[in-house]
C-alpha cells in the first residue's frame, strides 16, 4: 500500500497492522455503521493500540464501538431541529453554523456527528451554497457565520474562498469561525493558497480541534504558525476522552502547547451521547474534578471553558465546576484546593 494515502478500511488497517485479523470481522461491521479514515500524518503517529496509545485510541476502530447504550443518540446535538434551510444550522440568533460537506480527512471514533458524516455524505450544491448564503444575507441579526462539517478545510482553497467573499460581502457578517482539524491531521493542506483564500476584512478564526500534546508535530505546529502570521485568530476546542486525556496532567501538557502556539484553549467538550462511544466518555464529576485541578495549577489564559450540548438540541452550557454557592451566612466560595470560605461583600 502506498505510505502516502489514508487509510480507510478494514483491510487497509490490517495491511498496516493496525488490527489483527481477528479483529477483522468486527472492524468490518464498524466500518459499514461509521466511516473510517486515518490519514498518512496521524498512521506516522499511531504509536500501540487503541488501548494504550491515545492516537490510536482516537482514530484505529475497535469492536467497542458495536456496543451502543440505550441513552445514546443518532444526532446528539439535536442539529435537525433547527435547520431551517440545507447545510444551515441555526440555534442562536447572532450566529449559524454553515455545513458545506460532510466529509473530513479522518474520521473520529467518538465523533458527535459520527452517523452524519462520511465520504458519501454529498456537498452542498452550488444552488444549495447559494440558498444557504442568501439566508445569511436575509438574516440581519447573524453577527458569526461557523463553518463546520464534516471539515471545512478538506474543502478546495478555491470553494473555500468563494465562500469567504461571499460572507465577507455581507455587512451584518462580522466573524467567520472556521472549526477544523486539518492544522494536526493533514498539515500538507495548509497551502499559501488556502491561507490566502482566507484572507478578509472580517474577524476571521480557526477553531483547532486538537485532543492530545503528541498531535501537535513539528509539521502541525509550522501550519498553525502559518495561518497565525497570516493575522488569523485561533482559538482550540477539544474532546474530553477517557483513554486519550482525561487528566489534569494531559490537558495542561495540550493547553501548554497550543498557547505557545498563539492558539487559546476555548472549549472542553463533555463527550456527547453519539452511537457507540461510551467507552471515551468519563462522568461530568469527573471532568469537573479535572477542571478544578487545571484553575489551581495552570495558567488562566489556559483554561478553557467545560462544555455540555444538551442532548436534543438545547444548546451549549458551561458544566462547571461551580465555586460559589450559598452558605448560612451568605456566599461561600470555594478555592482550587478545597477550601471553603464566607463571602461577605
Ligand atoms: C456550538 C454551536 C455554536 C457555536 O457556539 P459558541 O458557543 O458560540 O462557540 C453555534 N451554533 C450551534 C448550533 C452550535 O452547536
Ligand atoms: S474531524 Fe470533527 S466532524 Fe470529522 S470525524 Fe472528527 S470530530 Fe467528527
Not at 472580517?202 to 498531535?215: D, P, S, W, Y
Not at 467538550?269 to 479535572?290: M, N, P
Amino acid at each position: 500500500m502506498n505510505k502516502h494515502s489514508s487509510l480507510r478500511s478494514a483491510s487497509d488497517l490490517e495491511a498496516s497492522g493496525l488490527i489483527s485479523s481477528a479483529e477483522r470481522l468486527d472492524i468490518e461491521e464498524v466500518a459499514r455503521r461509521f466511516s473510517v479514515a486515518i490519514t498518512p500524518a496521524m498512521t506516522d503517529l499511531i504509536a500501540g493500540s487503541p488501548q494504550d496509545d491515545p492516537i490510536a485510541a482516537q482514530f484505529v476502530p475497535t469492536g467497542r464501538e458495536l456496543i451502543s447504550s440505550p441513552d445514546e443518540l443518532s444526532d446528539p446535538i439535536g442539529d435537525d431541529a433547527f435547520s431551517p434551510v440545507k447545510g444551515i444550522v441555526h440555534r442562536y440568533p447572532d450566529r449559524v453554523l454553515l455545513k458545506p460537506l460532510h466529509v473530513c480527512p479522518v474520521y473520529c471514533r467518538f465523533c458527535f456527528r459520527r452517523e452524519m458524516v462520511g465520504p458519501e455524505g454529498e456537498m452542498l450544491a452550488g444552488g444549495e451554497l447559494d440558498a444557504a448564503l442568501a439566508y445569511i444575507a436575509g438574516n440581519p441579526a447573524i453577527f458569526e457565520v461557523i463553518i463546520t462539517g464534516g471539515d471545512p478545510f478538506a474543502l478546495s482553497p478555491r470553494r473555500i474562498g468563494r465562500i469567504v467573499k461571499a460572507l465577507s460581502a455581507i455587512d451584518h457578517v462580522g466573524v467567520i469561525r472556521f472549526h477544523t482539524r486539518v492544522p494536526v491531521v493533514a498539515p500538507e493542506r495548509i497551502t499559501d493558497e488556502l491561507i490566502e483564500s482566507l484572507d478578509s476584512p472580517k474577524g476571521v478564526f480557526v477553531a483547532l480541534h486538537a485532543n492530545h500534546v503528541r498531535e501537535l508535530t513539528p509539521a502541525a505546529r509550522e501550519a498553525c504558525t502559518r495561518l497565525v502570521k497570516a493575522g488569523i485568530a485561533m482559538v482550540s476546542q477539544t474532546v474530553l476522552l477517557k483513554g486519550v486525556n482525561a487528566t489534569a496532567e494531559a490537558l495542561s501538557a495540550l493547553f501548554r502547547a497550543l498557547l505557545g502556539l498563539r492558539i487559546k484553549p476555548y472549549y472542553l467538550h463533555h463527550g456527547d451521547l453519539a452511537k457507540g462511544t461510551s467507552h471515551f466518555r468519563t462522568t461530568i464529576a469527573e471532568g469537573q474534578a479535572v477542571m478544578r485541578q487545571l484553575r489551581g495549577s495552570l495558567t488562566g489564559l489556559g483554561q478553557p471553558t467545560y462544555v455540555l450540548d444538551i442532548p436534543g438540541g438545547h444548546g451549549k452550557v458551561p458544566i462547571g465546576p461551580g465555586y460559589l454557592d450559598d452558605g448560612e451566612n451568605g456566599p461561600v466560595v470555594t478555592d482550587p484546593c478545597g477550601n471553603r470560605h464566607d463571602y461577605r461583600g
